[in-house]
């Protein structure tokens, strides 16, 4: 069934490009996929899946954010020139130097390896990583690509899970906040937190699942009376609704010292 995901998962992210942008040639992405599922063809990433699935997904999010074909291109082949034969020089070649640069960017961040518990050794780590690029579309690659990887972290070993999600809170998350990145902060900061806190995760997660259905329904009431005031005034407007983000809610309880329901910008 392998090769026959992979397939399925590329036709998935051209069906979610043309939505966005239905005058996109697509030529060079097809050409990039194919070339990069043929560089990957016998690797398998931890889970035993085909390991060309990482690659797609980090593009389907660069595709959720409306990133440019150079930056979707870059997301297929982010793992090319330091984990197959298919080398910078055949990248410029055939996609431009563009996408060869961006493709490099995302390849020397990847080398960098570093693993701090001193939150001013992750600030000089951050700087450092924000200065090395030359184009943020390569940090904007490395987020995609962190971010799948937090999205499946499950099948690393405790050791592992407990490095990259210290990683992840401390320098990517960070990093996403900065460049105003707030659901891919958000995100990020969640998974983080999962893994590095399991027990006040789990607490926290069955606490709020427990209200959930009437903060939804609380929710959806308060949205619709706000959208009908406002057109009663005639204010153009869209109105959105969201229950906290499971960190920041950890995070204010710790700080004030205070139960579930004393966090009254839950909703």
């Known amino acids: 069934p392998a090769p026959g995901l992979v397939d399925h998962l590329y036709t998935e992210l051209e069906q979610k490009i043309r939505a966005l942008r239905p005058k996109e040639d697509l030529t060079l992405l097809e050409k990039a996929f194919h070339r990069a599922a043929a560089a990957h063809k016998d690797q398998l990433r931890e889970s035993g899946e085909p390991y ?104 690393l070993p405790r050791e592992r899970q407990l490095r990259i999600s210290q990683e992840t809170a401390e320098i990517y998350a960070p990093i996403a906040h900065r460049l105003g990145m707030g659901k891919v902060r958000g995100e990020l900061e969640d998974l983080s937190f999962r893994y590095l806190e399991p027990d006040a995760w789990a607490e926290l997660m069955r606490e709020i699942e427990s209200q959930r259905v009437q903060n939804e329904e609380y929710l959806i009431k308060m949205r619709h009376d706000v959208e009908v005031n406002l057109r009663r005034e005639n204010i153009p407007a869209r109105v959105e609704a969201r229950i906290k983000r499971p960190y920041s809610v950890f995070q204010k309880m710790k700080r004030q010292k205070i139960a579930l329901d004393q966090v009254y910008d839950l909703l």
């Open 52 to 155: 060309m699935i990482h690659p797609l997904h980090v593009t389907m999010i660069l595709a959720d954010m409306q990133m440019d074909m150079a930056c979707l291109i870059t997301g297929l082949l982010h793992d090319t020139v330091e984990d197959t034969s298919l080398g910078l020089e055949q990248i410029k070649k055939e996609f431009g130097p563009e996408v060869a640069a961006c493709v490099d960017g995302v390849t020397k961040l990847s080398k960098l390896k570093f693993y701090s518990r001193e939150e001013r050794q992750a600030e000089s780590v951050r700087k450092m990583l924000l200065a090395m690029v030359n184009d943020i579309r390569v940090i904007i690659v490395k987020l995609a690509d962190r971010l799948h990887n937090m999205r499946t972290l499950d099948v």
